[in-house]
């Protein structure tokens, strides 16, 4: 066996008390520093899904308004596509709930079946046949529309859609 050369003791094999402090603390400051950024992220991700969540519905009941047809007992009413199919949307304004399993009802739900509140204009038209219709879909579904827009909610979203009536 060779003798270890002077110069080097066993004192410079591995890190000092000091070095080992200062990389714990680099750590720690990064961990905090992620931990902290968690909920701001999570709220974002659940503000993304129920965005998400409430397009869809818009896009259905925009396709449900666009599919109006004449019903065949009754040829002086509409008839919407699902989910409209049952709801009675008259003309004027419909204020209508969305329940937490995607359907829509003009009877407000219990709070636990409440996901959001729907808003179906009916405009007026410069153009014979033609029917503007503007809908909106806010979250949750305690927000209220007043004054020309969403009150007590946390995010929405609108469109405008022409609808040709059918003779």
């Known amino acids: 066996m060779k003798p270890i050369p ?29 931990v902290a950024l968690l909920p701001s992220g999570l709220k974002s991700h659940q503000f993304a899904t129920d965005q998400a969540r409430n397009v869809q519905v818009l896009n259905d009941l925009a396709r449900a308004v666009k599919g109006v047809h004449r019903k065949e007992s009754d040829p002086t009413k509409f008839e919407f596509l699902p989910p409209l199919e049952s709801v009675s949307v008259g003309s004027g304004t419909s204020n209508l709930w969305l329940y937490a399993d995607g359907t829509v009802s003009s009877t407000k739900p219990q709070q636990r ?15 014979a046949g033609t029917l503007p219709v503007s809908i909106s879909v806010a979250w949750p579904g305690t927000a209220t529309y007043q004054g020309g827009k969403w009150t007590k909610h946390e995010g929405s979203v609108s469109t405008l859609q022409f609808i040709t009536l059918p003779d």
């Not at 000092?16 to 990389?23: C, K, S």
């Open 6 to 34: 002077a110069s080097r003791s066993c004192r410079r094999c591995g890190f000092t008390l000091v070095e080992v402090i200062v990389a714990v603390g680099m750590v720690t400051f990064a961990l905090v520093t992620v």
């Open 113 to 127: 079946d409440l996901r959001g509140a729907v808003r179906i204009e009916q405009l007026s038209s410069p153009v």
